[in-house]
């Protein structure tokens, strides 16, 4: 694939020119070990190419590449290898191994050079092979995250594992250091070393993972709902007229946004499928339009709309407080989910992207104090609207102090901290910033919030990164803490009776 030396892109100048973080591989190594071990397990991706395949790198791009003889351009499939921490990744022999097809994804991450993978594993026909790798449950579909504006490498993983903390389905997720084979070399060797990734499940409709039914016979279904970009036209997914779009014609607002049905896909929908949802949509946003922003007093005389028919408040609740937590930028109007079972209520979640959250963005809103996302643009509006209605605002604040003295607590994020700066101090991260050198650069899209301008926030280290997220993190936690103190005193807030509400849905 032939890649300019530098482009123009929304997020700034990208230089391909610099060969410490070009995808080329060749004639460089970054593991100085001829046996290479690490404490965190591995994973090998080598290219398979027909004899007579002349492409000699990767074929980065959005569709799945096969396998197979007949020598066309996109005639292969990688060999996706696993070893555990502790093992010779390059005399050893691997616990795993699988054939796999291997693809670029992401939007704007898709613009760095240490790209993430999608990962769709396969049997002897190249068609998704459910397989059982380490801790996760089977499936066939896993994501590479490859953090590169997150120097701490730890910002997906931390947020991912908070929302699991809170009792919802996250994807799970766990370190690895990775290596790419893209040449035709006898095999994977010091040269390939990719850095470290975050393997993670995809979020897809599975009994383990996000749980709604599949298409009935009767043509009703479960439904994952995404709301996303959308440039240009559309497509067939776009759920029209919502307050994700400025009309009935389906164009995408200022924002550039939409509300997708992500599952079923899109080959897969019916008018049935659009037209219900549709009509679902449209009765949540007529209730969420009666929502006012009443005085204060007490929640329990408060009479609420009747938007609690359609969505589950306290999955709600849950999702907004782990983005409020990250101060997400993208909260609510990027890689945002909702799903929903056959007759049910609409439940937020799950959480997903958050490698520029926790102070990870060039914007000047970026501190540990910043305001909250819901009220931030109207590019929000489900949550902006929700936070409008007293008993819902008394239900973030009752849900916030139950999960700060269970599983948000302070001894579990430190916990989190010390346990993966430990693995990642034993020679991972070292490795991972001779491979990419961006410790003490600017990558564009990326500061660390106090000050977006500053090049002294531009540190030196990773270990400098991780206790700046970690301070970061501790001063979020309590910056929130007083909020949510001084709302309830302020609301009077029952949250007995935050809980009970939550329930009624007549």
Not at 35 to 63: A, K, M, R, W
Not at 164 to 171: A, E, F, I, K, S
Not at 456 to 465: G, K, N, V
Request: hydrophobic share 30%; aromatic share 12%.
């Amino acid at each position: 694939k032939c890649e300019p030396e530098s482009f123009e892109t929304e997020f700034g100048s990208i230089d391909r020119s610099d060969t410490s973080t070009t995808t080329d591989y060749q004639n460089r190594s970054y593991v100085t070990a001829a046996n290479f071990t690490s404490n965190l397990p591995v994973l090998t991706l080598e290219i398979v190419y027909p004899q007579t395949q002349n492409q000699t790198e990767l074929n980065y791009g959005h569709e799945y590449v096969k396998r197979g003889g007949d020598g066309t351009s996109e005639d292969f499939g990688t060999i996706v290898r696993r070893f555990d921490a502790g093992q010779n990744v390059f005399t050893e022999s691997p616990t795993f191994a699988h054939y796999a097809g291997v693809r670029e994804r992401g939007q704007s991450s898709s613009l760095y050079n240490k790209r993430g993978l999608k990962v769709e594993f396969w049997d002897s026909d190249d068609e998704g092979d459910n397989v059982h790798i380490s801790h996760f449950p089977k499936e066939e579909d896993f994501v590479l995250r490859g953090p590169f504006t997150d120097k701490s490498l730890l910002r997906d993983h931390l947020g991912y594992s908070a929302a699991r903390q809170t009792g919802r389905y996250c994807p799970r997720t766990e370190l690895h250091e990775v290596f790419i084979k893209e040449d035709r070399g006898p095999g994977v060797d010091q040269t390939h070393y990719a850095g470290v990734y975050v393997f993670t499940e995809s979020v897809k409709r599975d009994k383990n993972r996000v749980n709604v039914e599949k298409i009935q016979p009767d043509g009703t279904t479960g439904l994952i709902l995404k709301v996303d970009a959308a440039f240009g036209e559309g497509s067939a997914a776009l759920v029209k007229g919502t307050f994700y779009t400025e009309g009935a014609d389906g164009k995408a607002d200022v924002l550039q946004q939409g509300l997708f049905i992500d599952y079923p896909k899109e080959e897969d929908l019916t008018e049935s499928i659009l037209h219900n949802t549709q009509e679902f949509i449209s009765g949540l946003e007529s209730e969420l339009d009666r929502i006012n922003d009443p005085a204060a007093t007490d929640a329990r005389n408060v009479e609420s709309p009747s938007y609690r028919k359609y969505i589950d408040p306290t999955s709600f609740v849950d999702y907004q407080l782990i983005q409020e937590l990250a101060d997400n930028g993208d909260a609510y109007f990027r890689s945002t989910f909702f799903h929903k079972e056959i007759g049910g209520r609409l439940q937020a979640g799950p959480i997903w992207d958050l490698d520029l959250a926790f102070g990870n963005v060039g914007w000047d809103m970026e501190t540990p104090a910043s305001d909250f996302k819901y009220n931030f643009m109207e590019g929000r509006p489900f949550f902006a609207q929700l936070n409008k209605d007293v008993n819902y605002k008394c239900l973030v604040v009752c849900r916030w102090n139950m999960h700060r003295v269970g599983g948000l607590s302070d001894e579990w994020f430190e916990g989190f901290f010390n346990e993966n700066r430990a693995l990642l101090s034993k020679g991972a991260s070292e490795r991972e910033f001779k491979r990419w050198k961006t410790l003490g650069q600017y990558v564009p899209r990326v500061s660390l919030g106090f000050n977006s301008t500053a090049p002294s926030f531009y540190l030196e280290s990773w270990e400098d990164e991780v206790d700046m997220l970690q301070k970061w993190v501790s001063m979020r936690l309590r910056f929130m803490d007083n909020v949510m103190q001084g709302q309830k005193e302020y609301l009077n807030c029952d949250c007995e009776y935050a809980d009970e509400w939550a329930q009624i849905i007549e």
